[in-house]
């Protein structure tokens, strides 16, 4: 649970915010802060990148509204900054989604980082993996959403403070790597 006081859910539909999150190193800037508070310093050593850099992508998730500063402490002369996430929960509705972001790049980055974390955990095979190929109908595929939908909600409600961190990676889309349906025989 994060150090600081933060909304339950935000809805992300701006275009400016849905390019803000669209940056891979943003993105993984927005997750980390979901943990806690961080600093920039903080920031570029869990990133390994430059001090420099990260300061950059702060600014502009907090020019977008996403993070915000949290609290501040005196070092030496300086005051450094503590940044936050706006909201324990992201939800991205881009219907006025911003041209490079079309085409599901956004989910793509997502995914994308979905499957470095999995590689850099170590994920063994015993862990729940699945991608599927399935016609559906639409009203099954609303239905699913509300179910995907409440279950990341679930997730968020179970989080314990003393557990380990895991994390879960869904995308429901419609797919381009498709056979036509049989023919009937004759």
């Known amino acids: ?48 990148a430059p001090k420099g850099t990260v300061g950059h992508h ?3 998730l907090e020019k977008a509204g996403l993070i915000r500063v949290v609290r501040t402490r005196k070092v030496r002369a300086l005051t450094e900054k503590f940044y936050g996430r706006v909201a324990r929960l992201f939800v991205l509705k881009g219907t006025d989604t911003p041209e490079e972001l079309r085409g599901g790049a956004l989910t793509a980055m997502m995914l994308r980082q979905a499957a470095d974390e999995a590689t850099a955990s170590g994920a063994a095979e015993k862990d729940l993996s699945a991608f599927v190929h399935v016609r559906l109908a639409p009203k099954d595929l609303a239905r699913f959403q509300r179910r995907v939908n ?5 997730l968020h409600g179970s989080e314990d403070p003393a557990g380990d961190m895991h994390a879960l990676a869904c995308a429901l889309f419609p797919s381009s790597v498709v056979l036509p349906p049989r023919a009937p025989d004759a």
């Open 1 to 48: 649970m994060p150090d600081y006081e933060l909304d339950e859910v935000y809805t992300v539909e701006d275009p400016a915010q849905l390019r803000a999150l669209a940056d891979p190193l943003r993105a993984r800037i927005v997750t980390l802060l979901r943990q806690r508070a961080a600093s920039t310093t903080e920031l570029a050593g869990v990133l390994e």
């Open 150 to 154: 409440r279950l990341v909600a679930d």
């Open 58 to 60: 702060l600014k502009v």
